[in-house]
């Protein structure tokens, strides 16, 4: 079962931040953090991941609460070429599979 | 990261028949895997794909019906056997090429299958 729940849909005006949260209530300590987006689908495009600390790269920023049960994924400033189904994946440290919960399908609206 | 391509890109093929979808990786990567997305629906992994293993497969999918071979470390297929309307689906294989704990999978652009 996924670990991770999202919802299922959200919508975001083109230049605004868009803010996609994800619950992760059963985490444990050494399981890290990844989101990734799918665009028509094509195969997952990797964006972010973290484990404890708030992470940033050049497409999104990635905010994990303290407690680590929750997290959101920034896209700063979004476009319409961003709209996508996002999902948040929880892995276990020393293991490799990735479980794919339903994810979030945002949708840039011009 | 790395790049993956995969063939075919999409087939449309007839009930019974079987198909063998290739994925080649522009590096040497160990961990591969293999996944399925059905219509509208999200992403189960079908099974890990380590070079010089058998494969290991996951709750409900068993080799006699999607055999994998791992001859390389930059080459993987999945054969879609005795194939049903039910296996129309889109296949996506993966790598994992970090090192350490933490590291990201890279997807291919998958093979949309339609069976008739």
């Given at each position: 079962d996924a670990k991770t729940t999202q919802p299922p849909s959200m919508d975001c005006a083109?230049?605004?931040a868009a803010n996609l949260p994800c619950n992760h209530s059963?985490?444990?300590g050494n399981e890290y953090v990844y989101w990734y987006r799918q665009i028509h689908s094509q195969g997952p495009q990797y964006i972010i991941h973290g484990l404890k600390n708030n992470e940033t790269n050049e497409m999104a920023s990635l905010i994990i609460t303290e407690d680590r049960k929750s997290s959101t994924l920034i896209l700063p400033h979004a476009t319409l070429r961003d709209t996508a189904v996002?999902?948040?994946?929880?892995r276990a440290s020393g293991t490799y599979k990735y479980i794919f919960g339903t994810g979030t399908r945002l949708k840039v609206l011009a | 990261s790395a790049v993956i391509s995969q063939k075919p890109s999409r087939d449309i093929c007839?009930?019974?028949t079987s198909l063998t979808i290739q994925c080649q990786v522009d590096s040497q990567v160990t961990m591969m895997f293999w996944y399925r997305q059905q219509p509208g629906q999200?992403?189960?992994?079908?099974?890990?794909?380590?070079?010089?293993?058998?494969?290991?497969?996951e709750s409900g999918f068993v080799i006699d019906k999607f055999p994998i071979s791992r001859p390389n470390l930059t080459f993987s297929t999945l054969t879609v056997s005795n194939m049903s309307p039910e296996d129309s689906s889109i296949y996506l294989c993966s790598v994992a090429p970090g090192q350490g704990a933490s590291y990201e999978q890279y997807f291919g652009p998958g093979t949309r299958l339609t069976v008739t």
């Open positions: 083109e230049g605004r059963t985490i444990s996002y999902y948040c994946i929880v | 007839q009930r019974g999200s992403l189960t992994l079908i099974a890990t794909a380590n070079q010089g293993s058998e494969a290991t497969y």
